[in-house]
């Protein structure tokens, strides 16, 4: 695998490119470059805007920076507004559970709470703002949203599960959530979204001046779903957040994080790990927007792609838009994406953008490289006498390792490696 | 007493200008406790001859047997050629990042031995094996190869073959890029497996220099794909004040 990066320090400039990887090429690397902010190229970012209503945004056709690597017909007009008309009616159930996994038990205390809310809740919108035609018609189309509230400082040792269940195939549902931490509060959260059906979803986090989420975004939807969710995420002043997330199962899922810093002294890390067989497409969309000063963010997200012979190709995209304003003085932010070709008939997209509108910065870089499985690694390892499948499996294990390994939940560590693991079985057997 | 005989062997490689023969026709027997030297200069085919014998796919047999105890070497798969008993030690040990070393040890013994080394009785095993040729505890926890000095890669390599305990190793150029002290451990490292073993070893080498530390019972010179002459340890001398001249006609090689 080769990589590429670059550190940026100086005063002014923006990165932007990509690394494709199509069938039967070999090992592609493209270097994003660096060009000065006088270039006449529109950063993605000063094209977006925001809206809640879903007819502020026209109808994507396919060529907008926003739109052009998803696959619009799978969507099943989730971007036209012809999904309601065209599918039954259906409603995305949460519940929320503390610990994970077999430990897992209802909720006691008064310290975290599920609420479910009419659209007219105050608190809806504190993470942020659709910046999309689909979010903005998930905001538009909400019956109730649910709030997860914690304002307790919980045990490391107690997650709290969140389980957000699909419509059901067929159906489509417009879903709304908030996990919200008081001032100070600290919780381990595992968010975990399975089932059937079509989905467009906002999911907030709010997260308050000095508290910490940790939190494990697992998308393992059955074979028929569609998901696309925006996630908002607000992290106030000291405030910490760990996202991961996991993309494992679905037919369509498309996730855009958005990171808004509401005041100094904040640090974000998203890391995400991604597995995408013959026909799936998951897409990771992601901006760090660093509008205030003294803010740290890393990313570190990890994909591999497996297609089959003669079926769909698998592909995945990986956006990552990293922006860093003129007020962001003291800003660190690093960022990775890393893909790994198992097979041919997968297609690996990532795209790094790192935009500077300012030179008084602690640091600022970023990496993307796409690479097929090493065959020097294979042989290696099977030369110590070690079976093909499992010198595979060794290897897979220790790309996604550095991504598991920061999963402070044991179970959901163990149900991951687990995944990948049956992920790898398919094409072995 | 195992044997691994070589039988007219001919390899080649697939070059942007069609496929290239590298071993024109290499006859070669190790027997066990047997240790032989092939010398030669670069681009004669010496890591081709250790690359084709485990089994790397960029090398493709056009003619010819390797045989371990009478059984097809070349009919094996490369995990399965370990298994049997041979094992490589690579020039350039490869990197397998996320990968431990200490698990990629179990992996391999597990594999090689048919069965998981009790716990408690390994860790001791590796333990005396690492401190044997003076690597740090820590290594265990580091990925494969992953940043390790070239010195340090070799001390590797000999590890594995002590714990994997082979019937016959190929030592590729084990000792290029090693300094004086990490070749003297290297080479113990060497000399205790075959002390404690019927191996029998083939130690591929562009210099004399290894062979004070580890002694040859045979010389093979070899040249331009394959074995140009053999005889005993008095052939390594006869290189060492002459070089390759005679066998390759011009001076530019000079063993060291």
């Known amino acids: ?429 | 007493m195992s044997t691994l005989e070589i039988r007219d062997l001919h390899v080649e490689v697939e070059t942007e200008s069609g496929p290239k023969e590298i071993l024109r026709g290499v006859d070669l027997t190790v027997s066990s406790n047997e240790t032989h030297a092939i010398m030669g200069p670069n681009g004669s085919g010496k890591s081709t001859l250790a690359y084709s014998i485990a089994g790397h796919p960029k090398y493709q047999v056009t003619k010819g047997q390797v045989l371990l105890d009478g059984e097809d070497v070349l009919a094996m798969e490369v995990d399965e050629r370990a298994r049997a008993g041979l094992f490589l030690a690579m020039q350039y040990p490869v990197e397998v990042p996320g990968v431990s070393m200490s698990n990629f040890l179990r992996s391999a013994a597990t594999a090689t031995r048919g069965e998981a080394p009790k716990v408690r009785h390994w860790v001791k095993e590796v333990k005396g094996a690492m401190s044997d040729l003076e690597i740090d505890p820590a290594f265990a926890e580091r990925s494969v190869n992953e940043g390790f000095s070239g010195g340090e890669k070799k001390r590797h390599e000999v590890l594995q073959m002590a714990l994997l305990k082979p019937k016959f190793a190929v030592l590729d150029e084990t000792d290029s890029g090693l300094d004086v002290d990490a070749l003297r451990v290297v080479s113990k490292g060497v000399n205790d497996y075959k002390a404690s073993s019927d191996v029998g070893v083939l130690l591929i080498t562009h210099y004399t220099r290894i062979l004070r530390y580890i002694a040859p019972d045979r010389v093979h010179v070899f040249v331009n794909g394959r074995v140009a002459e053999s005889g005993g340890p008095e052939l390594a001398e006869e290189l060492e004040e002459n070089g390759y001249v005679r066998f390759t006609g011009t001076k530019e090689e000079q063993p060291a």
Not at chain 1, 194 to 207: I, K, L, P, Y
């Open chain 1, 1 to 429: 695998m080769t990589a590429q990066d670059s550190d940026l320090a100086g005063p002014v400039a923006s990165t932007g490119g990509g690394t494709t990887t199509a069938p039967g090429s070999p090992v592609l690397d493209v270097d994003p470059g660096i060009k000065t902010a006088s270039s006449p190229k529109t950063a993605p970012w000063e094209e977006r805007h925001t809206s809640y209503d879903v007819e502020a945004f026209e109808v994507p056709r396919g060529r907008e920076e926003q739109w052009r690597f998803t696959p619009l017909r799978r969507l099943r007009g989730l971007h036209d507004g012809s999904a309601s008309v065209s599918s039954p009616a259906g409603v995305v159930t949460v519940s929320v559970q503390a610990g994970f996994g077999d430990s897992a038990s209802d909720l006691a205390g008064s310290g975290t709470r599920l609420e479910t809310v009419g659209r007219d809740d105050a608190r809806l919108g504190d993470g942020g703002i659709p910046a999309d035609r689909v979010a903005a018609q998930a905001w538009s189309s909400f019956d109730r949203a649910h709030v997860v509230v914690v304002n307790e400082a919980r045990s490391d040792d107690e997650p709290l599960t969140v389980t957000v269940t699909g419509p059901g195939e067929g159906k489509v549902a417009f879903a709304h959530l908030q996990l919200r931490l008081e001032h100070h509060a600290e919780a381990v959260v595992v968010l975990d979204h399975r089932g059937s059906g079509t989905v467009a979803a906002n999911t907030e986090f709010v997260v308050a001046d000095g508290a910490k989420l940790e939190v494990v975004e697992v998308h393992d939807w059955a074979d028929d779903a569609v998901y696309v969710g925006a996630q908002h995420l607000s992290v106030g002043r000291d405030a910490t957040i760990r996202h991961t997330s996991v993309t494992l199962g679905g037919d369509l899922v498309r996730l855009s994080p958005v990171i808004n810093y509401r005041a100094p002294g904040g640090d974000v890390e998203l890391d995400g790990l991604y597995f995408a067989d013959a026909g799936q497409h998951f897409e990771q969309r992601l901006l760090v927007d660093h509008s205030v000063a003294h803010c740290r963010s890393r990313v570190m997200y990890k994909g591999a792609l497996q297609g089959a012979e003669g079926g769909t190709a698998a592909h995945t995209v990986w956006i990552g838009d990293v922006l860093i304003r003129k007020a962001a003085e003291g800003t660190d932010t690093y960022e990775l994406n890393r893909n790994l070709l198992l097979t041919d008939n997968a297609r690996a997209d990532s795209v790094p953008n790192l935009e500077i509108e300012t030179g008084e910065i602690v640091g600022a870089g970023h990496a993307s490289a796409t690479g097929r499985f090493d065959d020097e690694q294979l042989f290696y390892l099977m030369a110590r006498g070690i079976p093909e499948a499992q010198a595979r499996r060794l290897v897979v294990r220790g790309f996604f390792g550095e991504v598991i390994a920061k999963v402070r939940v044991p179970a959901l560590r163990d149900r991951l490696e687990a995944a990948i693991e049956a992920e790898l079985e398919a094409i072995n057997s």
